[in-house]
């Protein structure tokens, strides 16, 4: 696969980290205008690090997406006279919509709509994938692409933005669980460095507990909370600060704000 990322930001450069350590490309390309950022990719075989999009197109048959959205359809216009049957175009852009993209290449073309996260880096992300109705064609290689780094889901592209909060904003906020849960570790007496370890990795097992048995996580919770013990002590004094309210309201906060971000861009 011949794959382009034409943005290399922070989600390009953890694309482009994910697809190194698969190995899932023939050759890739990375584009950015200030190239300083990207020296840490010099060395690899078959990387080539640019800022001509033009050449990045022209070389490549799967182009990702990662600009900004007040930079993408610049960006759109400049590539496609370069664009031929080949390509397969990807947009990670938030808020820009099937028919917008198709707005400036056409409806002939594959497009596909990807929003993963930044654990793509590490091959764990939760990418939600949809598609224009040439794209379908394709859809399946795309898949392909994101399942070697983490887990996909084909959705409509109403369900974007939601999976948008959900998925790719989703990161931040499991982050600062994690970074709150590491606080009050500190607090019960241990140093900064193991607080953390036990923070994540109890993290990782609660998740990894619901992946591999397939429960609903209050079923998780009734094993662990010893009648008049101090896990529902705990739990419960977290819903009376709000924990749950203060989540979803957050969610639906950052929901609200992708559709003014989508009116700036009109
Ligand atoms: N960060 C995240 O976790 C996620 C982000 N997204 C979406 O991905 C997109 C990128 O986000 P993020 O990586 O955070 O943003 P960044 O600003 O970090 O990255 C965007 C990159 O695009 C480059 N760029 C701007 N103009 C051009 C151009 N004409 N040609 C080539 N490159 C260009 C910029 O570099 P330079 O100025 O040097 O050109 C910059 O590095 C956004 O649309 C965002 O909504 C989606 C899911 C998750
Ligand atoms: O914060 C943002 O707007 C982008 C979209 C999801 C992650 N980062």
């Given at each position: 696969m011949k794959i382009a990322i034409i943005g290399t930001g922070n989600l390009g450069h953890s694309i482009a980290k994910g697809l190194i350590i698969d190995n899932a490309f023939t050759t890739l390309y990375l584009t950015k205008r200030n190239l300083e950022s990207l020296e840490e990719f010099n060395g690899y075989t078959n990387v080539t690090i640019t800022s001509d999009n033009i050449e990045a197109t022209k070389t490549s048959d799967i182009l990702i997406f990662a600009v900004q959205p007040a930079h993408f359809e610049k960006v759109l216009a400049e590539i496609t006279p370069y664009l031929t049957e080949k390509h397969v175009l990807i947009s990670t852009v938030t808020g820009f919509s099937i028919p917008k993209i198709e707005g400036v290449v056409g409806e002939n073309q594959f497009v596909i709509r990807a929003m993963p996260?930044?654990?793509?880096?590490?091959?764990?992300?939760?990418?939600?994938?949809?598609?224009?109705?040439?794209?379908?064609?394709?859809?399946?290689i795309s898949q392909a692409i994101f399942n070697r780094l983490g887990h996909t889901l084909i959705i409509p592209e109403s369900q974007m933005q939601a999976a948008t909060v959900i998925c790719a904003s989703g990161v931040a906020f499991w982050m600062r669980l994690i970074r709150a849960t590491t606080q009050a570790a500190i607090q019960l007496g241990f140093d900064a460095e193991e607080a953390q370890e036990l923070s994540m990795h109890t993290c990782e097992g609660a998740?990894?507990?619901?992946?591999?048995?397939?429960?609903?996580?209050?079923?998780?919770?009734?094993k662990v909370t010893t009648p008049k013990g101090c896990t529902i002590e705990g739990l419960n004094e977290m819903e009376h600060k709000g924990l749950s309210s203060s989540l979803i309201q957050g969610m639906v906060a950052s929901y609200n704000k992708i559709s003014n971000i989508k009116k700036e861009q009109i």
């Open positions: 996260n930044t654990a793509i880096a590490v091959g764990k992300s939760m990418t939600c994938i949809c598609s224009n109705t040439q794209g379908a064609k394709r859809i399946k998740a990894s507990l619901l992946i591999q048995t397939g429960n609903h996580p209050e079923e998780e919770i009734d």
